[in-house]
């Protein structure tokens, strides 16, 4: 094969001369060989046909068997992402095996290849093992001690700072419980393997910023008092509710979205209440506020 492309590449410097610079010559033999460059996911829009993405495989949707013209086929559904963008991947009999058999996990980076198809959004359709290149487990593995947990969501002192996992996995936790985790991602840690290692006070676990410190755009953590309730409403169709938390250096708007705005009914003025993950800015009126969404973890004590 090597002898092969480099006469591949003789030739193709023969034929074109100074015309064409390295990195080009080098995908046209690619070309040559049925290779694609890669596609960045959300260059998917302006493309047709076959194309070879890579990413990592962020969450397994669904493996299934079906019956057509009385044959038994197999169909497995992901998510891909990359740096910028997410596609579902639809892999089909002897590449949803793959899935099936646990060689395609999340977690995986993989290189694929496959053909667009648009239905409602944009899918990739794999049809062959051969299209597939399993590239690497991204996964880490990580310990920290558990501050707060919302359902799924985990609030994990991780060294120096906090970060917030998703659990794949269903386990009890509790305030103070030291855990390992086994996943993937940065803003937002997917965990897909989890044990809890060991118990100890967290209350000690000082990673609050005071709310007189805290700065426009950078991801911050409170604790504070309920100082006020500003009501329940909807804004383009997501729930929003307005509270303010004070400490003993200030107050400050907090906006509950989605999910976290169950939490309004449940607080009154004076609960203490601890926030992680959240986000604050500027608001329209010139006042900072903080907007609490799907990656930040909320805890009544």
């Known amino acids: ?80 992402k990359d740096e910028n963008a997410r596609v579902r991947v639809t892999f089909w009999n002897d590449s949803a095996e793959l899935v099936k058999t646990g060689d395609i996990a999340e977690g995986c980076r993989v290189k694929l290849r496959g053909f667009i198809k648009r239905r409602d959004d944009i899918e990739l359709s794999v049809n062959d093992p051969s299209d597939v290149e399993i590239l690497e487990d991204s996964r880490e593995r990580i310990r920290g001690i558990v501050l707060a947990t919302n359902d799924v969501r985990v609030a994990l002192k991780h060294g120096n700072s906090v970060r917030v996992c998703l659990l794949k996995c269903r386990v009890n936790l509790k305030r103070g419980d030291v855990i390992e985790a086994l996943g993937f991602g940065n803003e937002e840690f997917i965990v897909t393997e989890l044990r809890v290692i060991n118990h100890v006070k967290a209350d000690f676990l000082n990673v609050f910023t005071p709310i007189s410190k805290i700065i426009p755009l950078q991801k911050v953590n409170l604790r504070g008092r309920v100082s006020g309730l500003n009501g329940l409403r909807l804004v383009k169709g997501k729930d929003l509710a307005e509270i303010f938390i004070s400490d003993e250096t200030d107050r400050v708007k907090v906006l509950l979205w989605g999910e976290h705005a169950k939490l309004y009914k449940e607080l009154d003025v004076g609960d203490l209440i601890e926030i992680y993950n959240a986000y604050p800015k500027i608001g329209w009126d010139g006042e900072m506020e903080v907007h609490c969404g799907r990656s930040s973890v909320l805890q009544k004590l």
């Open 1 to 80: 094969m090597m002898d092969e492309y480099g006469r591949r590449m003789r030739k193709f410097r023969e034929h074109f001369g100074d015309l064409i610079d390295e990195d080009t010559l080098k995908l046209l033999v690619d070309y040559s060989f049925g290779k694609l460059p890669i596609t960045k996911l959300s260059e998917l829009a302006n493309k047709k046909g076959k194309v070879f993405v890579e990413g990592v495989i962020e969450k397994i949707l669904s493996v299934r068997e079906f019956i057509k013209d009385g044959k038994r086929g197999l169909v497995a559904s992901a998510i891909l």
